[in-house]
């Protein structure tokens, strides 16, 4: 089994349209757009395509991994928790003969809309290639490993891979994280000094293989 694919907020939030709706909930990044495409016109549709985009953590409860519950002042029975509406795969608070419960697991539960995980903690590095001369600040995920830290690169760097990568004089180990690599996050100590962290932060520095064996 492979790495999972992690992902930032920023990242998740691009997705925020009817058609292109992702959501993340307790740690997991959802593509909810095959559900809008199924359920397409009913109007219990509309909490979600509000929450496009966004964290909905909230609506579940962490320690079941569930709907949250509350108990109906009028019935006393316990029912799920939709402060902002009744959604997809939610029965109705009282018994309705055009309930249809034939759909199999509920979306929340349904791993085929799983596509990653959501990164508890996004940095920003500094990428400095010495052949060109040019830098690009990134942001990445602390999980990422050095490799998948390269995928990311490749939008400004075709031949990333026929760079040897390094920080502080040494070769990195693409298959670590930044950490790992010790290089060290350092965003609460640019946040308590008021520095610009764009300006200070650690940069890696790409050094030319003279092999464009990577495309």
């Known amino acids: 089994m492979g790495r999972p694919k992690y992902f930032t907020p920023k990242e998740v939030a691009v997705h925020n349209t009817v058609d292109d709706l992702w959501v993340s909930f307790l740690g997991k990044v959802y593509n909810l757009t095959p559900l809008c495409e199924k359920y397409k016109g ?5 909490p979600i395509i509000q929450a496009a985009g966004g964290d909905i953590s909230h609506w579940f409860n962490p320690k079941t991994k569930d709907i949250r519950t509350h ?11 939709c402060p ?10 009282y018994p309705d003969s055009f309930w249809a419960n034939d759909f199999g697991r509920p979306w929340w539960k349904d791993d085929s809309y799983l596509v990653g995980i959501l990164s508890q903690k996004t940095r920003k590095v500094k990428i400095i290639n010495t052949l060109t001369s040019q830098d690009h600040v990134i942001e990445v995920c602390s999980e990422e490993i050095m490799t998948e830290i390269l995928e990311r690169y490749l ?5 990333a891979a026929s760079y040897t990568w390094k920080y502080d004089s040494r070769n990195l180990v693409m298959g ?40």
Request: aromatic letters at 12%.
């Open 42 to 46: 009913d109007v219990l549709l509309k």
């Open 71 to 81: 108990v109906d002042p009028q019935t006393g029975c316990e029912i799920p928790y």
């Open 84 to 93: 902002n509406g009744r959604f997809v795969h939610i029965p109705p608070p």
């Open 155 to 159: 939008k400004y760097n075709a031949h």
């Open 176 to 215: 670590s994280t930044l950490e790992e690599n010790g290089i060290e996050d350092e965003d609460e100590e640019f946040y308590k000094l008021s520095m610009n962290d764009d300006t200070f932060l650690q940069a890696i520095h790409l050094y030319f293989n003279d092999d464009l064996t990577e495309a």
